[in-house]
């Protein structure tokens, strides 16, 4: 059974579109992740909910939210797609707030052209 | 923000020679963590270091943590194709206990025959 998954897997649009990418955990975890990969492979971290409410939030375009309908579900919307937002984007959870063995899902990537 | 450099970015050995990653910061280290991320595939967790002088290791993978020098070193004894991937440390926020993980840009392992 697979811990953390994502859909899509790929996702190729054009710019100014609207996208969202749906992610689930199965590991009972309180804490989910959204991250971002850039083209050069530097991982930065995005937001963080924990059980349903935002904890972290880096500086990130409010064109991006994220979304938790329950503690296993973080979805991330995208409004009006640019070029510098493709890249791979990653789920995680953890047991809880502070913890920091993250796991990971496969990432989605996300091609704006 | 924490910064943390990795050296090499990229490494290119013979299957069961024996390498060697480091990991540097910028601060205090108050928490290393070590990841692998295959390609294609999210990144697993393999070790995390909190206190100085600590070692870990996890079948040929040896992670040791030098608060002193703000180092960390991952090491691989007699390295197989099945090591092959990108390996990147990770280091907690000490001024915050949300989960807060700052990532170096990766260490691109290849194991040839």
């Known amino acids: 059974d697979t811990a953390v998954s994502q859909t899509p897997k790929y996702l190729v649009t054009q710019m100014g579109n609207d996208k969202s990418i749906k992610c689930e955990q199965n590991?009972?975890?309180?804490?989910m992740y959204w991250y971002k990969q850039d083209s050069k492979k530097f991982l930065k971290i995005m937001f963080s909910?924990?059980?349903?409410?935002?904890?972290i939030n880096e500086t990130v375009p409010n064109r991006f939210s994220p979304k938790s309908p329950d503690k296993a579900h973080l979805n991330l919307h995208i409004n009006s797609l640019e070029l510098g937002d493709s890249a791979v984007y990653f789920c995680a959870s953890s047991p809880g707030v502070g913890t920091y063995e993250q796991y990971f899902g496969p990432g989605t990537r996300l091609t704006v052209t | 923000s924490q910064e943390l450099e990795q050296s090499p970015q990229s490494l290119i050995v013979q299957e069961g020679k024996n390498l060697t990653i480091n990991c540097t910061s910028s601060?205090?280290?108050?928490?290393l963590y070590w990841y692998k991320q295959k390609y294609g595939e999210g990144l697993i967790f393999l070790m995390m270091?909190?206190?100085?002088?600590e070692e870990k290791s996890h079948e040929k993978i040896t992670a040791k943590l030098d608060e002193k020098k703000q180092q960390s070193s991952l090491h691989i004894t007699a390295s197989q194709p099945s090591h092959a991937g990108i390996y990147l440390c990770?280091?907690?926020?000490?001024?915050?206990?949300?989960?807060?993980?700052?990532f170096g840009r990766g260490t691109q392992l290849t194991v040839w025959p």
């Open positions: 590991l009972g975890h309180d804490t």
């Open positions: 601060k205090t280290l108050y928490g």
């Open positions: 990770g280091a907690a926020d000490r001024g915050s206990t949300l989960g807060r993980l700052y």
């Open positions: 909910y924990n059980n349903k409410e935002l904890i």
């Open positions: 270091l909190q206190k100085g002088g």
